[in-house]
């Protein structure tokens, strides 16, 4: 059985818990204060901002900071939302922007669109799809 894609975890947990943390074994002031509810909507606004800037399934590479953080978190679970393949690089977006766009209907329209067998992170020459995590831990790995 596949496990249900971790954007639809994420908003089972932002409905059903809030103000629990995201991640609760990372610690730390920033992995505290990221909440199911704070990353689903940051993701939501990081997904509204790729969207309209053409990343979705298919389109270009969306590159991602390296490393283990609550930014970074919330960058890959957006990307994953709109269906944006991701890479470990340079990135050329700005966190703090993105994390405060709105959320438009476009986020719910390409949630229609993703299924298990989209790609979400290439990884060397592994292309993993929105079905390979079990899990929002793992998604959001390194």
């Known amino acids: 059985m596949i496990a249900a894609p971790v954007i639809d975890q994420l908003a089972r947990s932002a409905e059903r818990a809030p103000q629990v943390p995201l991640l609760p074994d990372r610690s730390g002031e920033g992995w505290t204060q990221l ?12 997904a509204s901002w790729l969207i309209a800037q053409g990343y979705g399934p ?20 957006g990307a994953l939302r709109a269906g944006a393949l991701v890479v470990e690089g340079p990135s050329a977006v700005e966190f703090a922007v993105l ?22 992170r290439r990884r060397g020459d592994v292309c993993l799809r929105h079905g390979d995590f079990a899990t929002i831990a793992q998604a959001v790995s390194g």
Do not use: F, Y
């Not at 405060?100 to 790609?119: G, Q």
């Open 35 to 46: 909440t199911n509810a704070r990353a689903w909507a940051q993701s939501g606004a990081v």
């Open 58 to 77: 298919g389109a270009r590479l969306l590159t991602v900071p390296a490393g283990d953080s609550p930014e970074r978190a919330v960058l890959l679970l």
């Open 99 to 120: 994390a405060n766009c709105s959320i438009d209907a476009a986020v719910a329209e390409r949630r229609l669109h993703i299924d298990a067998e989209t790609p979400a």
